[in-house]
């Protein structure tokens, strides 16, 4: 059995560094994830003024202070999405002027729903290029307005983004909800999570007749998405302390994948059976596949198995449907992947993406305008180029076509550093593993 203790959690890290940046005093973030996209939150809060020092198992963060430059902030964001659209609230819910920019994908992918939302508690907004996506400049005096709508068919990051800032409004936020859904609602959960660990309680109520009523966190992804609300009273901010970032069910998904798919047992250390991370969807997709997979306290372990194809809604779970594709060009008989629409909106049109590299590897698949369908099989066991459009999760998934005979040759394996820099040291482990055990 291969054992592979799980990296830290990215939407966790940069969850932690936003919250121990925001709560006034000194705060802890231990054991967070060092990689490119989290590097680049860690920076745009030391622009903003917060002081991050490395300690022994993570960083010594001294928060944001009250007093705001004079000239202008500016805010490189990378490829990171998730730091462009969370540091864009934090920056306008302080006054000042800021500049947002990325690079790669980052211009082209949309913003525009939050920066609505920001222009509707009185933050001025104007987009140097394309209309919409980043680089943006932000004119602030922070939230002049205590409410707000928010449009979230595309990502649910715009919710967590609002709701991160709202403790710098003096009058509290409120948020209503315009869109039919919204998307990969659990990132949005663990936002609640994180929030509430730090002394900030996040309420979520539900439309009915004139009023409204209380709703559960849980009971919201039943709930039609355009009768809630979630508001962040006034009066409450940030406790500092310590904050401590679980394993990350994302990055271990390739490994789980690779137990399953390859001869030898992996065994996943160091994820939260309980944890509100939306790719913990990926054992409940393994056991509709067939996959045999145990989860305990301590470890999580998946075993080779004969999968057959499934019907599989992945828009709860977007990041885990290029390792999810990977499964089922392995399995037996066809699988659709749809609700995934937003995955066109990613480092790079992943619905497009996978599919052509499904399809080099000789599976046949359809992109769909919501997914994709796979007819399990793959054909090419000679060495076969493919392309991962920079994209870190393509590249990790697309490297599991090894277990199952063919030979893929990736353009830009470096691509990993953006949330696994150490993804291939471990690969290297699986490999090393498979072919002692095909040699046996």
């Known amino acids: 059995m291969i054992t592979i203790p799980a990296p830290p959690s990215k939407s966790q890290t940069h969850r932690a560094f936003i919250l121990a940046a925001l709560a ?5 973030v231990l054991r967070p994830l060092e990689s490119d996209d989290t590097q680049r939150t860690r920076d745009c809060l030391t622009a ?3 002081r991050i020092h490395p300690i022994e198992g993570g960083y010594r963060v001294e928060a944001i202070p009250p007093v705001r430059p004079a ?3 500016e805010l490189a964001v990378g490829e990171s999405g998730t730091t462009c659209r969370l540091i864009t609230a934090v920056a306008a819910a302080l006054p000042g002027t800021y500049r947002i920019s990325g690079a790669g994908r980052m211009h082209l992918r949309p913003i525009a729903p939050l920066t609505d939302a920001l222009e509707r508690l009185g933050v001025g907004v104007h987009f140097e290029g394309a209309p919409g996506c980043p680089p943006l400049r932000l004119t602030s005096r922070g939230f002049l307005q205590s409410h707000t709508a928010l449009d979230v068919a595309e990502s649910s990051q715009y ?5 991160l800032a709202a403790p710098l409004s ?4 409120t948020v209503d909800i315009t869109s039919a859904a919204i998307a990969s609602w659990p990132y949005a959960h663990l936002t609640l999570e994180a929030m509430a660990q730090a002394g900030v309680p996040v309420t979520i109520s539900q439309r009915q007749g004139h009023g409204f009523a209380p709703l559960s966190p849980a009971a919201v992804p039943q709930a039609p998405a355009q009768t809630l609300r979630f508001c962040v009273p006034a ?3 940030y406790r500092a302390g310590d904050f401590l970032v679980e394993g990350d069910w994302s990055s271990a998904s390739y490994f789980l994948a690779a137990g399953i798919l390859g001869q030898v047992p992996v065994a996943v250390t160091g994820l939260r059976p309980q944890s509100l991370q939306a790719d913990r969807a990926l054992v409940d997709i393994l056991n509709t596949m067939g996959g045999r997979v145990e989860v305990r306290e301590d470890r999580v372990t998946a075993y080779p198995s004969r999968l057959h194809g499934a019907e599989l809604s992945m828009g709860a779970c977007p990041d885990i449907v290029p390792t999810v594709a990977m499964l089922a060009a392995a399995a037996h008989g066809t699988t659709r992947i749809r609700d995934a629409a937003h995955l066109r909106l990613k480092e790079s049109d992943r619905i497009a993406a996978v599919v ?3 399809t080099r590897l000789g599976v046949c698949a359809q992109p769909t305008p919501d997914g994709m369908i796979i007819h399990g099989g793959i054909q090419n066991t000679s060495p076969v180029e493919l392309a991962t459009f920079g994209d870190h999760r393509l590249a990790m998934s697309l490297c599991l076509a090894e277990l199952l005979g063919a030979r893929p040759m990736l353009d830009t394996p ?7 820099p150490h993804f291939w040291e471990l690969w290297e482990t699986v490999r090393r593993a498979n072919a002692e055990e095909h040699r046996a």
């Open 24 to 28: 006034a005093g000194v705060s802890r």
């Open 48 to 50: 903003l003024g917060a």
């Open 71 to 73: 000239h202008p902030v």
């Open 159 to 163: 919710l967590s983004a609002l709701l």
């Open 170 to 173: 003096p009058q509290g936020l």
């Open 235 to 237: 009066g409450h901010s």
């Open 356 to 358: 052509d590299g499904l």
């Open 414 to 420: 470096g691509c990993v550093a953006k949330s696994f």
